[in-house]
């Protein structure tokens, strides 16, 4: 079975889509659940949403939401399905340093409800009501936000980048945190979220035109570039080129190749706040 990770390096846009209802009648729903089942069980992952692998319907599947069991064992499966979720009741609040299959190496704090609400069909095409409570709430809404296009770095406090290897040793030190459990959770709406981003590309678009004024001056903030593109490691780029890494050394020179990329980054940026003030308009 052919499946397709989709991660923002190449398909931001197509993650961004808001994920259609199953259609109990006309969709092999049974099909795409086989898909994900398959991809779970051989992956290091607590849940995921169908869009993340190439279907775009409204399906989270629950691999592991249990703080003691360790990701790394990867045959531990809840194996729980959710078909076209709606979340009834959110309520208190807990924060946890989340990553993403789908977004690389960022890894983002995020506030999310200790108590959720939510109705939902099962595989059987049967409605279900059940309480999420604690860190299968987390992983749960990150799940169902995916259905909305909306990823954790949108509405993390703050996103740092740090590779699969190193997340353990720095959750065991900055683990899940219950900040209340009680109390109105309150969503931020896909609109308030896309102004966020909005602003952040804006401000990207700022610093990397700026990158590219400097790089006629040779002074490229490399830390800079790192910091907004940790997949794209600009730091080893450096050290490729100059052949003598100087840490101490804050500005660096690009090569041709990786200005081009430099300047399609900013166009792509241009075309994603277009989309987005399109869509505020349209609403
Ligand atoms: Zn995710």
């Given at each position: 079975?052919?499946?397709?990770r989709?991660?923002?390096?190449?398909?931001?846009?197509?993650?961004?889509?808001?994920?259609?209802?199953?259609?109990?009648?006309?969709?092999?729903?049974?099909?795409?659940?086989?898909?994900?089942?398959?991809?779970?069980?051989?992956?290091?992952?607590?849940?995921?949403?169908?869009?993340q692998i190439?279907?775009?319907?409204?399906?989270?599947?629950?691999?592991?939401?249990?703080?003691?069991?360790?990701?790394?064992?990867?045959?531990?499966?809840?194996?729980?399905?959710?078909?076209n979720?709606?979340?009834?009741?959110?309520?208190?609040?807990?924060?946890?340093?989340?990553?993403?299959?789908?977004?690389?190496?960022?890894?983002?704090?995020?506030?999310?409800?200790?108590?959720?609400?939510?109705?939902?069909?099962?595989?059987?095409?049967k409605?279900?009501?059940?309480?999420?409570?604690?860190?299968?709430?987390?992983?749960?809404?990150?799940?169902?936000?995916?259905?909305?296009?909306?990823?954790?770095?949108d509405?993390?406090?703050?996103v740092?980048?740090?590779?699969?290897?190193?997340?353990k040793?720095?959750?065991?030190?900055?683990?899940?945190?219950?900040?209340?459990?009680?109390?109105?959770y309150?969503?931020?709406?896909?609109?308030?979220?896309?102004?966020?981003?909005?602003?952040n590309?804006?401000?990207?678009?700022?610093?990397?035109?700026?990158?590219?004024?400097?790089?006629?001056?040779?002074?490229?903030?490399?830390h800079?570039?790192?910091?907004?593109?940790?997949?794209k490691?600009?730091?080893?780029?450096?050290?490729?080129?100059?052949?003598?890494?100087?840490?101490?050394?804050?500005?660096?020179?690009?090569?041709?190749?990786?200005?081009?990329?430099?300047?399609?980054?900013?166009?792509?940026?241009?075309n994603?706040?277009?989309?987005?003030?399109?869509?505020?308009?349209?609403?």
């Amino acid at each position: 079975m052919e499946m397709i990770r989709k991660t923002i390096e190449k398909d931001e846009e197509y993650l961004r889509q808001i994920s259609k209802e199953v259609s109990f009648k006309k969709d092999d729903y049974k099909k795409d659940i086989e898909k994900l089942e398959e991809f779970c069980n051989q992956t290091e992952c607590f849940a995921l949403a169908a869009v993340q692998i190439g279907i775009p319907k409204r399906i989270v599947y629950l691999k592991n939401t249990r703080l003691d069991v360790d990701l790394e064992d990867v045959s531990y499966n809840e194996a729980r399905i959710l078909i076209n979720p709606k979340v009834t009741s959110r309520k208190g609040k807990t924060q946890y340093w989340e990553a993403c299959l789908s977004c690389l190496d960022n890894m983002g704090l995020v506030t999310r409800p200790y108590e959720m609400t939510v109705e939902y069909y099962d595989i059987e095409g049967k409605k279900q009501k059940e309480k999420f409570e604690g860190f299968e709430s987390t992983v749960l809404s990150h799940e169902l936000d995916h259905l909305d296009g909306i990823l954790h770095m949108d509405i993390a406090e703050k996103v740092i980048v740090m590779p699969r290897e190193e997340r353990k040793k720095y959750r065991e030190k900055h683990p899940y945190k219950i900040l209340s459990k009680t109390g109105d959770y309150e969503r931020k709406s896909r609109i308030e979220i896309n102004e966020k981003r909005l602003d952040n590309s804006l401000k990207i678009v700022k610093k990397l035109e700026k990158a590219l004024n400097d790089f006629e001056k040779n002074q490229v903030d490399l830390h800079l570039l790192n910091q907004y593109y940790g997949s794209k490691d600009w730091l080893k780029e450096k050290e490729e080129i100059e052949k003598k890494p100087n840490p101490n050394i804050k500005a660096g020179v690009l090569s041709e190749d990786a200005v081009w990329n430099l300047m399609e980054d900013v166009s792509e940026l241009k075309n994603t706040m277009k989309k987005i003030i399109e869509e505020k308009e349209q609403k």
